[in-house]
Every structure is written in structure tokens, then in C-alpha cells.
């Protein structure tokens, strides 16, 4: 009888060890059992997704291209002190900058909303309210108070926006 116990316990294990390994590999989530989940979600009111990385990245991507990115940073890379994207709510840092280093600051969004863009170097700070809808770009001069320049991005459509940002030197 032990024998038995120990092949069947190691038959089911195998077969827990394939069945786990298949559903790990599925792009197919696993069916729930609760039928009461089931049948609450199926009385619930459909909830908005949030776009895909593809959508997010596509309004990055438009973003970028009213700042003309591509072509700027081929041909300005002894000025340029920063450029990307940003996630909404999200930050890039620059502890590389001097105090005092004068900037121009050049900010776009895509989509559907607004982003406040804020720059912040020491006691230094600067924000700027951007109309995603809207395809044009903003500009500030900004002058560093520290040895830092942070960009940030906010917004209450953060699933909805794409965002963008360049930073040179003012020779």
C-alpha cells in the first residue's frame, strides 16, 4: 500500500508540475471557479481599460515628433542636457548639471487631457501646464539653482497622455 501511495503521489505531482508549466505559457488566463465572481462581474458595469504599452508608447511617440526629437538631438548633441519621455505620474533626475547653468526647456503632450510639466533645480522651480489636444509645443527658459535639474510629469488622464521633453544649454 505505501508503494502505491508513493507512485500515485509522484504520478499527480508530475501531472500538477505539466498542468502549472502550460498555464505559466498560455496567453490565456485562467478560468475562475468562483461562480459567484462570475456571475458579479457579469452584472458589474464594463470598466475602462487603460491603453496598452502600444498606446502609450504610440502617444509618446507623437509627442516626440512635435518637438521634432530626432532631428534635434542628431544635430545639437554638445547642448543637449536631456530629452525622453515621461510616465504620467513620473520623473527624471540630472545630478550631472551645474548651478547656475542657463536652459531652454521645451515640453509636449499627445492625446486626450492636460500635463503639468514642473522643472526644479534647488529653490528653482518652473511648471508649465501643457493641452495634450492641442499639437503644439512650450518653452521656458529656465537658469539652474543647484546641482540638480529634475522634469517632472502629472495628470489626472495619466492613462490618456503621452508626453515629451527637451532640455539644452542657451549658448
Not at 11 to 21: E, F, Q, S, W
Not at 89 to 112: F, H, M
Not at 132 to 141: E, L, S, V
Amino acid at each position: 500500500m505505501d508503494r502505491f501511495t508513493r507512485r500515485t503521489g509522484s504520478a499527480l505531482t508530475a501531472v500538477a508540475l505539466i498542468a502549472g508549466m502550460a498555464s505559466a505559457c498560455s496567453d490565456v488566463p485562467p478560468a475562475s471557479t468562483a461562480s459567484s465572481e462570475t456571475a458579479a462581474s457579469s452584472t458589474a458595469a464594463p470598466t475602462a481599460q487603460p491603453p496598452s504599452q502600444s498606446g502609450r508608447e504610440r502617444l509618446n511617440e507623437e509627442a516626440r515628433d512635435l518637438l521634432n526629437m530626432t532631428d534635434r538631438l542628431e544635430s545639437d548633441e554638445e547642448g543637449l542636457v536631456s530629452s525622453g519621455s515621461l510616465a504620467v505620474p513620473g520623473q527624471n533626475l540630472d545630478e550631472t548639471i551645474k548651478s547656475g547653468t542657463a536652459l531652454r526647456v521645451e515640453v509636449a503632450c499627445a492625446g486626450e487631457g492636460t500635463v503639468t510639466f514642473t522643472v526644479v533645480s534647488g529653490a528653482a522651480r518652473t511648471a508649465e501646464r501643457v493641452d495634450c489636444t492641442q499639437p503644439m509645443t512650450n518653452g521656458f527658459d529656465f537658469t539652474t539653482a543647484g546641482p540638480s535639474l529634475a522634469i517632472q510629469a502629472d495628470s489626472r488622464d495619466e492613462d490618456r497622455v503621452g508626453t515629451a521633453y527637451l532640455v539644452s544649454r542657451i549658448s
